[in-house]
């Protein structure tokens, strides 16, 4: 049973900072693809960043330069680190990982960005 626990949202001022984890059961490099999505009130569910168990990176033009994806195999963890943090960052933010071609799923965690 695959499981995906995320941690760290919350709320923070504009131009604030939050560090996103995602702990996965079992050993991380097992999924060749994991990522953060993240879903306001009323849109759908959009891609934020991706990371290749080899380590490449994929973000949105929204957060470039602002977020970084990361992971460390040692602790089983995905990170997001959040700069610069806008109110339009607002959502919940979900974490993802591809396994063969199963997805899974993190139970999503609150980032407010409100002054």
């Known amino acids: 049973q695959v499981q995906l626990v995320e941690s760290g949202g919350g709320e923070v001022q504009p131009g604030g900072s939050l560090r996103l984890s995602c702990t996965v059961s079992g050993n991380i490099n097992r999924f060749a693809l994991m990522g953060w999505y993240r879903q306001a009130p009323g849109t759908q569910r959009e891609l934020v960043a991706t990371i290749t168990n080899g380590g490449t990176t994929n973000s949105a033009e929204s957060v470039k330069e602002r977020f970084t994806i990361s992971t460390d195999n040692a602790e089983n963890t995905m990170y997001l680190q959040m700069n610069s943090l806008k109110p339009d960052d607002t959502a919940v933010y979900y974490c993802?990982?591809?396994?063969?071609?199963?997805?899974?799923w993190g139970q999503g965690t609150q980032v407010t960005v409100s002054s």
């Open positions: 993802h990982a591809r396994e063969f071609g199963r997805h899974y």
